[in-house]
């Protein structure tokens, strides 16, 4: 079996690592996946480097996201009636060949993840992928797709269309590309906000924003209340940035966070919170629950272009992706990259 390998002291590499899991040993509640695709996220990029942060674990196989089919089923487990008897649990939610897609839940961190031809998946983790999404357009969405869709659903609970304009900072990159693209379509008015706005202003506005303005115009400390612009905001750059995005949030908003590029550091003060009622929701995909999960990627299958998805698709492979970690981390990749991983 292939696999890119990061190690304590060594620099990540595609290595022949035996024959992989068959299935043998398995757990009850743990599959064997034939992994078809992954995709670089900017852990990816971080755990490619050796970050401790993110490779947690020592050796360890990236990759947050899989897609693929399931080659084996572990044991069901049994459990106990009301009357303390054994009793047999529910039968295994996935059987042998289903196409499904995993993201977070560890994976690329504390466990062996995507970047291999095979992988040992709790059942816990998995969605099956929604119909009319195909294996390799589930691996562009990923992580960052279901971070863009849990995102929107925070969001449109309180802003609607029509609301005014809402924000997406750093639009360029996996999160704020999705979220565009899904905003805009849902009929929202999006001003993408990015480091390379003059570069990429056509890109942006392919999917769907309506205005592009130069990450300069958020980066900077100033004011803890201005005049508000937003009626809401999907955030993936923390820090100075979220700030200046509250700062500027009308009555009633919502701005969404999901992300520190530019810092995990927030200095604001409750002006926004008290004076204009704003809220500043966290969006965490890694340990969203399963329902949550099922209905973004059902979103997805609904709301999400996915010609535009194509168009803003980057496709890589095992060989390739070790190169790739550290462009992802400089913020030189764009859109959603893909990694061909089996057959």
């Not at 998995?126 to 999404?133: E, K, Q, R, T």
């Not at 202003?201 to 004011?223: N, T």
């Not at 709301?303 to 550290?326: I, K, Q």
Request: charged residues 20%; proline residues 5%.
């Amino acid at each position: 079996m292939r696999a890119v390998v990061v190690e304590k002291g060594h620099p990540a590499s595609l290595r022949e690592v035996g024959p992989g899991p068959d299935g043998d040993g398995l757990e009850p509640g743990q599959v064997v996946v034939d992994v078809l695709w992954s995709g670089l996220n900017y852990k990816d990029g971080l755990a490619l480097a050796g970050d401790p942060g993110v490779a947690r674990v020592s050796p360890l196989v990236p990759g947050i996201d899989l897609v693929g089919t399931i080659a084996a089923v572990g044991p069901v487990s049994s459990g106990a009636s009301s009357s303390g008897s054994a009793a047999p649990s529910s039968p295994a939610a996935f059987a042998v060949g289903d196409l499904v897609v995993a993201t977070g839940a560890g994976l690329g961190e504390t466990r062996d993840g995507g970047y291999a031809e095979r992988a040992v998946v709790d059942t816990a983790t998995l969605v099956a992928v929604p119909d009319g999404i195909d294996a390799r357009r589930a691996a562009a969405i990923g992580t960052a797709g279901l971070t863009a869709m849990l995102s929107v659903l925070r969001l449109e609970r309180d802003v609607r269309p029509g609301d005014g304009e809402i924000v997406v900072t750093g639009a360029a990159g996996g999160v704020g590309s999705v979220a565009v693209a899904v905003l805009s379509r849902l009929g929202y008015s999006v001003t993408a906000s990015s480091g390379r706005a003059d570069e990429l202003g056509p890109y942006l506005q392919s999917l769907g924003a309506s205005s592009v303005i130069d990450r300069a115009e958020l980066g900077e400390q100033g004011k803890p209340l201005r005049r508000p612009r937003w009626a809401g905001a999907v955030d993936s750059v923390g820090s100075t940035t979220l700030a200046s995005v509250l700062a500027e949030t009308a009555w009633g908003g919502t701005v969404t966070a999901c992300g520190l590029a530019q810092g995990s550091d927030l200095t604001t003060t409750v002006l926004p919170f008290i004076l204009r009622s704003v809220t500043l929701a966290g969006i965490d995909s890694v340990q969203a629950p399963l329902a949550l999960r099922q209905e973004a990627w059902s979103r997805l299958a609904t709301d999400l272009d996915l010609e535009l998805l194509d168009s803003l698709t980057t496709e890589t492979t095992l060989d390739e992706v070790v190169a790739l970690g550290p462009e992802i981390v400089a913020g030189r990749v764009r859109g959603r990259t893909v990694v061909r991983v089996g057959a």
